[in-house]
């Protein structure tokens, strides 16, 4: 909760302090490609078909850090365009007395996420943009487990999809900062055993994951 406040007070603060950066805007560029670097607030909670292998009541979260590009299409009073993000995150669980627990395994880590989508929004001032956006998202977690004094690490790839809406505002010609909200849910999972083990065929789950982030970005 803490953290999720932090992130919030980050991106309140963002939020009062570009109207009168954008003031200095110009005329606002809402087109061409961009990049941007992330920092917010990752929550995930499992649950699976397998109920051996997930536990539903168990979450984790922590601090989501990336970078993302994009290439937008100003159509005057709507903005289209195409978005990929590379992101990680410090969420994770922890052993307890050495037990196999939190999501069925003894410690689980939130590793890469990779998603492409595309967004659409809609100027509300001649600096801000309202957007919805949606798309693919491929997530990696993971897993150790305890077992007769043994360690064994697994990988679980997730793939999944995400919605989200989000405001932008600009703080010059072609820089920007937003703060958005999206959900991902992961509906298809493999293990990968090891580094250099083998992978299972892919199998149903129901992964939730909820991230609240503030990004600044510049246009070229």
Known sequence: MKKFLAIAAAGSAIAVATPALAQDSGDAVFTGPRVEAIIGYDKTKAGSSIDDIYDRNNSMDGLLYG??????????????????????????????????EN????????????????????????????????GYTNAKLKADARYDDLDYGDNFKLDGWRVGAGVEQAISRNAYAKVEYRYSNYEKAKFQFGPDGPTTHRFDVDTDRHQVVAAVGMRF
């Open 103 to 134: 999501f069925g395994y003894g410690r689980v880590k939130a590793g890469r996420d990779i998603y492409v989508g595309a967004r659409v929004g809609g100027k509300v001032a001649p600096s801000t943009l309202l957007y919805v956006k949606g």
């Open 67 to 100: 970078v993302g590009i994009g290439y937008d299409v100003d159509l005057g009073g709507l903005v289209v365009g195409a978005e990929a993000e590379l992101s990680d995150s410090t969420a994770k669980t922890r052993f307890r007395h050495g037990e196999m």
